[in-house]
């Protein structure tokens, strides 16, 4: 299984998904996380990172 990083967002004008490049700190890489979007932030809870659970919390603000 592959895990990856990278964190997109999807264009609704162009029909495509961008690549989101402006974290200051980067959540470790994991799979099986909850994500969910509150006005214009999205939270990311948990998950797994192929070794351990992640049980940290990542605020992303689309506004920045």
Do not use: C
């Not at 990083?5 to 200051?24: A, G, V």
């Amino acid at each position: 299984m592959r895990i990856f990083s990278d964190l997109h967002k999807f264009n609704f004008r162009t029909s495509q998904w961008d690549l989101i490049q402006d974290f200051i700190q980067e959540p470790k890489l994991r799979f099986g996380h909850t994500a969910v979007k509150i006005g214009s932030s999205m939270i990311i809870f948990g998950g797994w990172d192929g070794i351990a659970t992640q049980n940290d919390l990542w605020d992303y603000n689309f506004q920045t």
